[in-house]
């Protein structure tokens, strides 16, 4: 068990990995761009998602990670799926957008109730 405050190891990589990725950059360019930053409490997923409403975003909980969709006619137009590097099983997960940024955060801790989210499951959108 880590101390409180202290990261571990494997998360500090996997920050670094994402940040660095040259693929992340060209994809940033070609579908929409993905920041992944972190605070004392939550990781943060941000998608600047422009000339979207929040209708045509879906955002869907997997077992480790997260798939941004947008979605128009019926279909999945653009697609981001961010992999991470721990379960989202016991997460609690919180997503919010203000044209033109979504932003997702995933709580550090784990969730206080004991009803597991299903995986596959849709995570709702406030605005």
């Known amino acids: 068990m880590h101390k409180s405050g202290e990261e571990p190891n494997e998360l500090r990589q996997w920050i670094e990995l994402l940040c660095n990725d040259p693929l992340a950059s060209l994809l940033d360019e070609t579908i929409f761009r993905v920041?992944?930053?972190?605070?004392?409490?939550?990781?943060?997923i941000e998608a600047e998602l422009c000339h979207c409403q929040k209708e045509h975003i879906?955002?869907?909980?997997?077992?480790?990670?997260?798939?941004?969709?947008?979605q128009k006619n019926g279909g999945t137009e653009k697609q981001r799926t961010v992999l991470l590097p721990f379960s989202l099983a016991d997460k609690c997960i919180s997503a919010h957008f203000s044209a033109p940024i979504l932003e997702i955060r995933i709580s550090k801790s784990a969730r206080q109730n004991d009803a597991q989210p299903q995986v596959n499951t849709v995570i709702d959108i406030n605005e």
């Open 35 to 44: 920041e992944v930053l972190e605070t004392e409490e939550d990781y943060i």
């Open 58 to 70: 879906v955002v869907l909980r997997e077992s480790r990670s997260l798939s941004i969709q947008i």
